[in-house]
């Protein structure tokens, strides 16, 4: 039996309503980031808190939320790649740190007043030929990626002529407190800064912000808990969340016990359902492998996914909030969805989720200050 369209609205209806009431929508509080980063520094007292910014602000909108960081006093910034940084630049103008971890391209002008971390020994040549001071020098302590290792440390000879602002390093397991590799580094990098007397040092990422003195320093570096995802994974989340994304309803089906769903056929309703499809897709960010996982949240109900995640499609099945309409929003992402759980579900990390989001949601930055609805 061919499944019933029971609600669907016309074209002309849809343009009438307006093109954007049929994208789904990114809340993002920029009060809650900043509050994130005030609990953050407020846990380290040896020095000031960076944020990191990269990505378009963890997918969230760089700009936005450097600007909300720096007005809650945030005044070192760091970026993956020089793009970000001269784009980061022109949102906060000349004042705060903007520190570039990928180093700077070859022939890029240094004149925006930004600063480079030098991962390698041609950086620290390039830096010395220039007669660049100012710079962060990257030490590898264990990451075995980006960063000078011990031997070019040593074969780098005398770095002072550099004025490094900072040195850092990287932890690799800091979101497992008990992996010896946290300790080695500690070790590695203490003996590291013996080296380097009169130097700042930059060593907590997020997670390492929660491992305990011995892993302060003058500047800490947290990303992904900026944004609310839990830095401490198996225990309870010190971060507040700062999103919210939800979607709109394009169409509601009758179907019959037996029909099945979307591509490959790959759900078969086990009773008369209403199936909804909502705007949004792996296109947008939201990762296939959620396919007949994932779980959205409808006038505060629980509604699972069914099928396949399709380009630019999902399908939910609603039968159980016979309330559901067309034009409704379903939450995909919020505090009773949160990106580690989505990730939980989808096989991968809060990071991906974040940073995956699309480029066609209609993005709404919540001021500081400001109550729902009065979003800049």
């Known amino acids: 039996m061919a499944a019933a369209i029971t609600e669907r609205e016309a074209p002309a209806a849809a343009l009438r309503r307006g093109a954007a009431d049929f994208a789904g929508e990114l809340l ?8 994130n980063w005030r609990d953050l520094a407020a846990r380290h007292p040896s020095g000031p808190v960076a944020g990191v910014v990269k990505a378009d602000g963890y997918g969230l909108g760089a700009a936005p939320v450097a600007r909300a960081l720096a007005a809650a006093g945030c ?11 001269l784009a980061l630049r022109e949102a906060l103008g000349h004042g705060p740190m903007v520190a570039v971890l990928g180093g700077f391209p070859p022939g890029a002008d240094a004149g925006a007043g930004l600063t480079p971390v030098l991962n ?5 040549a390039a830096a010395r030929a220039a007669d660049l001071r100012g710079a962060i020098l990257h030490a590898d302590t264990g990451m075995e990626r980006l960063g000078l290792t011990a031997a070019e440390l040593r074969a780098a000879g005398d770095l002072s002529g550099l004025g490094l602002r900072y040195v850092m390093t990287h932890l690799a397991c800091a979101d497992e407190p008990a992996h010896p590799l946290n300790a080695a580094q500690a070790t590695r990098f203490a003996a590291l800064r013996a080296a380097l007397p009169g130097v700042p040092g930059s060593f907590a990422n997020s997670a390492g912000m929660f491992l305990g003195p011995d892993f302060a320093s003058d500047l800490a570096r947290p990303g992904c808990a900026l944004y609310g995802i839990n830095p401490t994974p198996g225990r309870p989340n010190p971060m507040r969340q700062v999103l ?6 394009l169409q509601i089906r009758d179907v019959a016990p037996g029909t099945t769903v979307g591509y490959g056929a790959s759900w078969t309703a086990p009773r008369q359902s209403r199936i909804a499809t909502i705007a949004a897709g792996y296109a947008d960010g939201y990762l296939r492998s959620l396919s007949s996982r994932g779980i959205g949240i409808l006038a505060g109900r629980p509604v699972p996914l069914v099928g396949r995640v399709s ?25 009773e969805q949160t990106p580690d759980a989505v ?13 995956s989001l699309g480029a066609r949601y209609r993005r709404r930055h919540l001021e500081p200050g400001r109550p729902p609805g009065m979003a800049a």
């Open 311 to 335: 380009m630019d499609l999902i399908t939910l099945d609603v039968t159980d909030v016979p309330e559901a309409r067309v034009g409704d929003r379903v939450e995909m992402i919020g505090p």
């Open 120 to 124: 390698a020994p041609e950086d620290v």
């Open 75 to 85: 005044r070192h910034f760091f970026v993956a790649q020089f793009s970000e940084a």
């Open 28 to 35: 993002v509080d920029l009060g809650a980031i900043a509050a």
């Open 244 to 249: 919210r994304l939800a979607v709109p309803i």
């Open 343 to 355: 990730a939980a579900l989808a096989g991968t990390i809060g990071y991906e989720i974040l940073t």
